[in-house]
C-alpha cells in the first residue's frame, strides 16, 4: 500500500483543497492529512473561521482522505512521514522548495495551486450570521 502525506489548514474548505486531495490520493493508495490545529494556527498568524474539530470532521467526510492527524508545530514531518511509513509527501507548489529535505525519507511532489479561489476570498466575502 502506497501512503501519501500532506498538509494544511483547509479552512473554508473549496474546491482548490479538493482538487489538492483528489491528486494527492492519486499519488497512492492511502492519504493522510495533517490538519493544522488552532494553536498551530495561531503560531502561523492564521485565524480560522472554522475549528479544528469542524475542520477535521470536513476533510474526513472527502473520499479521497483516509486518516486526519493533527498538525501541532513545524518539526513534526519527518517524524510523521517515518513513523506513518510514508512513500510521498506533497503539498501545493504554493509551498515549492520549502519541504525538499523530507526527500532523505519519501518522495516529494509538489502540486500546482489552483488559481483564484482561497480562503482569505472566500472569508473576506462572508458576511457575518
Ligand atoms: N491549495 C491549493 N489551491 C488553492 C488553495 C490551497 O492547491 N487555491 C493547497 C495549498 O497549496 C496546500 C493545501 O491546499 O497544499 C492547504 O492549503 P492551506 O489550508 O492554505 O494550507 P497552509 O495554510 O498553506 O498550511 O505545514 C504546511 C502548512 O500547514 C500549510
Redesign the pocket.
Known amino acids: 500500500m502506497k501512503k501519501v502525506i500532506?498538509?494544511?489548514?483547509?479552512?473554508t474548505l473549496?474546491?482548490?483543497?479538493i482538487?489538492?486531495?483528489e491528486r494527492?490520493k492519486s499519488l497512492g493508495d492511502y492519504l493522510i492529512v495533517?490538519?493544522?490545529t488552532d494553536k498551530?494556527?495561531a503560531g502561523?498568524g492564521?485565524t480560522s473561521h472554522f475549528n479544528y474539530a469542524e475542520r477535521k470532521a470536513f476533510l474526513e467526510a472527502i473520499r479521497y482522505v483516509d486518516e486526519v492527524i493533527p498538525?501541532e508545530d513545524?518539526e513534526q514531518?519527518s517524524r510523521d512521514v517515518v513513523a506513518h511509513e510514508i512513500d510521498t509527501f506533497?503539498?501545493?507548489?504554493?509551498?515549492a522548495g520549502?519541504?525538499d529535505f523530507l526527500a532523505e525519507f519519501c518522495d516529494v511532489h509538489y502540486?500546482?495551486?489552483?488559481?483564484?479561489?482561497?480562503?482569505t476570498l472566500i472569508k473576506a466575502n462572508m458576511t457575518k450570521p
Open positions: 500532506t498538509y494544511g489548514t483547509f479552512d473549496h474546491f482548490g483543497h482538487r489538492l486531495l494527492a495533517g490538519l493544522s498551530f494556527n502561523k492564521k498538525e513545524w514531518k506533497t503539498m501545493g507548489d504554493d509551498w520549502e519541504f502540486l500546482s495551486r489552483t488559481p483564484a479561489i482561497s480562503s
